[in-house]
């Protein structure tokens, strides 16, 4: 199998959840967004299981010019896990210590928490969503979150996407984005990653 080369200025990300959670509308969401924004996409799922709870991945690159890569993402340059309990040794495969985790949890990831030197950032997305009357439905406060984190799209961008694509709670839902991006930016202002492009 021929080794998957990445061109230094593209982008990988890993959204991972279960079925049912939103992570593939999530994935889809984000592509749009930074679509949007002039950048060039690829995206493509793969799904654990038909049933529902199964571990669901979406795989989003993203480039200034036209991608031709069709392999998997052997290392991400950041991931968006949502359920602590995927944040395991098989993901962390995909990782290295560089890579943006940003993990759906009301716990803190530290020196004890057995991730070795990977670095996780963690939202209480379930609060977040439940003060914008969305329920357990966490995927607009985590890309909120994530945007934050990763310098990118804008979270301008990132709420009119979710805004128009909404088809239940759209005022709800961008606000929730916009809540996720304040949370994380109040929670790790001092850290180097926030506000600050990957790319």
């Given at each position: 199998m021929l080794a998957c080369v990445v061109a230094r200025n593209m982008l990988e990300i890993i959204i991972q959840g279960?079925?049912?959670?939103?992570?593939?509308?999530?994935?889809?969401?984000?592509?749009?967004?930074?679509?949007?924004?002039?950048?060039?996409?690829?995206?493509?799922?793969s799904y654990g299981g038909?049933?529902?709870?199964?571990?669901?991945s979406s795989v989003i690159r993203v480039d200034d010019k036209a991608i031709t890569l069709r392999c998997d993402i052997e290392r991400a340059?950041?991931?968006?896990?949502?359920?602590?309990s995927l944040l395991d040794a098989r993901l962390l495969q995909r990782a290295n210590q560089d890579?943006?985790?940003?993990v759906n949890s009301a716990a803190k990831f530290d020196d004890d928490s057995g991730l070795g030197d990977y670095q996780v950032f963690s939202i209480d997305a379930v609060t977040i969503a439940q003060e914008n009357d969305l329920g357990r439905f966490v995927n607009s406060a985590l890309l909120g979150a994530f945007c934050c984190l990763l310098g990118s799209p804008a979270i301008d961008t990132?709420?009119?996407?979710?805004?128009?694509?909404a088809r239940a709670k759209p005022e709800e839902n961008a606000a929730a984005c916009r809540a996720g991006f304040e949370v994380?930016?109040?929670?790790?202002?001092r850290n180097d990653r926030v506000h600050g492009a990957t790319t």
């Open positions: 279960r079925g049912g959670q939103g992570a593939q509308t999530a994935g889809n969401l984000l592509t749009q967004a930074f679509f949007e924004e002039g950048r060039q996409v690829q995206s493509f799922a038909a049933r529902r709870g199964s571990p669901v340059d950041a991931i968006l896990c949502f359920d602590s890579t943006l985790l940003v990132m709420s009119n996407t979710i805004l128009g694509a994380a930016g109040r929670q790790f202002a």
